[in-house]
């Protein structure tokens, strides 16, 4: 109760002082990406369960003469590269936090995809709601491998408190201003998760 009071008590604060600034970065991305200007992509939240995370959108729409897009890492504009180091993008996620699909501190939310490649250990991360930031994301990011990352997350599980909660928001507007741990060399966030090999790495895409 108190985790949940506390979320509410930011989520609706943050939401109310920083509305023009929303407003005005909507509109910034509304002339320089187009429409629409939030990304919404369906992610696993408490035990699993589906719900739409919502972000500031970060990427162009090109598409190569087959009508794909085209990779990530080309489609990322200087503009979306300035939203990402900033964590701006992350922004509309508030309102997730105040639905109550997110935390503001919890494992971070990843794809749908991935829930059948974790390991019984790994999937632990789900017992608890997922976060905006983390015990991870202070502790390496995108710089950190996929197994180091789920470690992260179930020590957390374990030893999760509402001091724990205070340390990691505190320790996160720290790397944020560093813009320390964004992306893995060559890759525009983190290469996909595929499973653990039978020697407990990442599997090969």
Do not use: C
């Not at 509410?8 to 509109?27: H, K």
């Not at 990406?33 to 990427?59: A, C, D, I, N, W």
């Not at 509402?162 to 944020?176: A, G, Q, S």
Request: charged share 20%; hydrophobic share 45%; net charge positive.
């Amino acid at each position: 109760m108190v985790k949940r009071s506390f979320d509410l008590i930011v989520s609706i604060t943050g939401l109310l002082l920083l509305l023009p600034f929303i407003l005005l970065l909507a509109l910034l991305i509304r002339s320089k990406l187009g429409s629409p200007v939030l990304f919404k992509q369906q992610r696993p939240g408490l035990h699993g369960e589906p719900f739409y995370v919502y972000k500031f959108r970060t990427m162009n729409n090109e598409k190569d003469e087959n009508g794909v897009l085209l990779p990530d890492h080309i489609r990322l504009t200087a503009f979306g590269k300035v939203l990402r180091k900033l964590s701006l993008d992350e922004l509309p996620q508030l309102a997730n936090v105040l639905k109550g699909d997110l935390s503001l501190v919890g494992p971070r939310p990843l794809l749908m995809d991935y829930l059948n490649r974790y390991t019984p250990e790994q999937a632990r991360r789900h017992s608890v709601k997922p976060g905006i930031t983390g015990w991870a994301q202070v502790n390496g990011r995108n710089a950190i491998t996929w197994e180091q990352k789920f470690e992260l997350d179930v020590w957390y599980v374990d030893h999760q408190s509402f001091w724990l909660d205070m340390r990691i928001l505190l320790l996160t507007f720290k790397k944020v201003f560093k813009s320390e741990g964004i992306s893995q060399a060559g890759h525009v966030t983190m290469p996909a998760f595929m499973g653990m090999d039978d020697k407990g790495s990442n599997a090969p895409l």
